[in-house]
């Protein structure tokens, strides 16, 4: 698959696994597996993407005497996944150009 095309995709992925609450990398990286395997090293560099891009907005908790930070989507981000929604229904449009059997063979 295509660097440009995967990395856009994880983006929305990562949006999208923290849209309804905040959370943090371990559990992010928990609830994307059914779907998409993303290591830790492939997820920080996205999360600081999004947060630099204002997507995502970054704070910290104690948690048993660390601090862990969470991540919390941004109107920015919200409306990345709607953008995203869009798009899709065009490459999904392309898609089907590009996969219909043609009429002449």
């Not at 660097?3 to 949006?15: A, H, P, S, T």
């Not at 969470?70 to 709607?82: F, H, P, Q, S, V």
Request: with cysteine.
């Amino acid at each position: 698959m295509d660097i440009q095309l995967k990395r856009g995709l994880l983006d929305v992925c990562v949006l999208k696994a923290i849209k309804n609450e905040d959370s943090y990398g371990y559990k992010i990286i928990k609830d994307m597996k059914p779907y998409v395997e993303i290591s830790e090293s492939t997820l920080y560099p996205i999360l600081r993407r999004l947060e630099t891009s204002q997507m995502l907005s970054v704070y910290s908790v104690e948690h048993n005497g660390r601090l862990r930070k969470y991540y919390r989507i941004t109107e920015n981000g919200l409306k990345r996944i709607e953008d995203f929604k869009c798009e899709w229904k065009e490459i999904m449009s392309i898609y089907e150009y590009i996969t219909k059997e043609d009429d002449n063979e």
